[in-house]
Every structure is written in C-alpha cells, then in structure tokens.
C-alpha cells in the first residue's frame, strides 16, 4: 500500500487504466451480435488476473464483465429512449447508444445519466437528414455516422422525431417534482378569463401519429420474442400529456380540441385561448367544447397540469405539495 497521502504505486495506476480502458472499448458488432474482442485485452492485465481449478480463463472472466457492462448501458438507455429504441429497433439503437457513449463515456454512479446529452444529439442528426432531404441529392456528410445509422434503420424521420418527443416529455416527467394540486380561491376564479395559466415544469404535449404511448420507459426495455409487433400508424393524430403527479408519473390521452385549448393557454390568456380555439371550430366541435370544458377544467386542476395563474405571487403550498414522491 501507498504511505497516506502518497500516490498510488505504478502497478497499480498501470492495472487501472488498463482495466479502464477495457471497459471503455466499444463491444464489436461485427459478427451480426455485439462481442467482446478478446484478442485487444492487454496481455499485462489478463496476466494480472488469476483464474481458479477449472473455471473461465482470465480473459474470458474479463470478457464477462467487458460484455455486462455495455449491456447495462444499453439498458439504461433503451429503457430512457423505449420509444426511439422500438422506432429504430434495438439493433441499431444500441449502435446509437454506442456512438453516444464513444463520445460521452459515462462519469456517474447512476447508469441513467449515461443518457445525458443523446437526445440533442439525435436531434442534431435528423436535423441534417431533414435538410439533406430539402435539398436533393445533397446528401448527410460522409461519416456521419449517426446519420447514417438512422437511414439504415429505414425507420420513417417523423416516427423517429415523434418517439424521441414523446420520451423526452415522459423523462421530463420522470425527473420533474410533483407541485401539489391547485385549487383556485374565488378571486383566483375571477380573475381567470384574463390570466395565464402557469403549467407544472413536468407538464408536456406530444402529439402520436404511431402507437407509441405504450412503450413507456416505466415498463422497463421493450423485448419481443420472436419477431416484433409492427408499429400502427393511427388514422387520426392523438395527444397525450405526460405529467408528474403524487403517485408518479402519468401519461394521460386528451381530446384533440382540449389539446388545442392546453397550447394555446401557454401563450394567451384563458379566455382568449378559448375564443382561439372556438373560432377555429366547426358548430359541432364549438358544441363539443362548450359541453367538455368544464370537465377539462377538473381534469387539468385534478392532474396538478396549471399551478396557478402566471405573474400572481404564490400563495400557500398546494396541496399535496409538502410529499416527498419517489421516483415512478
């Protein structure tokens, strides 16, 4: 052992960043699987491992740990882009998890961090698929690997876009605190018609042309025997809302015109976002709203999505807002 205070001996810095190196490397997908490559091991570190009467051999004990490890990874991952992961199936989400880990090795205890920063980086990368697309034949930069490995997916852009919103507004959720229910005073309800609601931080509105919703990252990696399910594209769009509340998080389907009436409170105040929306209506959906809007209303107040009018001075904690709410 080092004297306290004194730096670690060389073997041992040597076997660390041997070791760390090992781990780091990318499993080969080469053979139509993701393996380990045995034959890279440093021939230092595998001497430095001892193998008992009859077991595995050390390079093989080193490739267990090597191979677990990136399969934990790519669990972390799937089970925070299940939506992605299922658009693209899972063969080549884990070549995106693997570029995304080559450039941004994970530096946390908490595997869930290792998903950190790859969603802007799909954006990024759909980004230039949409612009090549606009401008043909210009095609994505050569190398672009992330480009390229979505086109082979051959998964359709707009799926892809649209199940990477809908796990970014159900990790959004996830990660969010649960801010009590709001239960407006009278002048509160007064005041309504020409406020602006305040939504809860959690709160978000992703519209669902394919049948997404259900592979949410609370039902853990989705895994298929045999072959998988295909994804239904509806014959209308739908909208969910994806929220926290006391119990975790929620993931609620909304009539459209209710949907339309949550966007356009973000940015007008409610009376003018219902006249928005009412005007944009045909006499059956004008009727439709006059005889939902009150039941909205209570869904709204009832799954903590307003918080209180925007600009008023908080008042006293919302109920239900003093719970501590672990995680879903």
Known sequence: MSPRGGDPPRWLRELQRDFTAVLRAPLDPGAGRFRERQERYPARLVAQLKGGPGGPAPAERL???HRQ?????????QTSFPRVARAVSHWHFNHLAALHLAERPPRHADLDEAARGFAERLHRALQRLDEAARRPPERPPHGDAWCRRIELSRAPLALVRQALRMDEAERRAYE????????????????LAGSRLRFAVSCSLAEEDWDLARFSRLAGADRDEGAPEPIRRHPSTRTWVFARSAAGTTTTSVDPLFARLLERCRELPFGQALAAVEQG????????????????????????WWTGLAGAEPGAQAEGSSDAPGRA
């Open 176 to 191: 969010s605190p649960f801010e009590g229910l709001w239960r407006p005073a009278h002048d509160e309800l007064a005041r």
């Open 281 to 304: 209506c045909t006499a059956a959906e004008a009727a439709q709203l006059r005889a939902n809007l009150q039941g909205w209303i209570a869904l709204a107040l009832a799954s903590g």
């Open 69 to 77: 490890y990136w399969m934990r990874l790519f669990t972390a991952l």
């Open 63 to 65: 490739a267990v740990y």
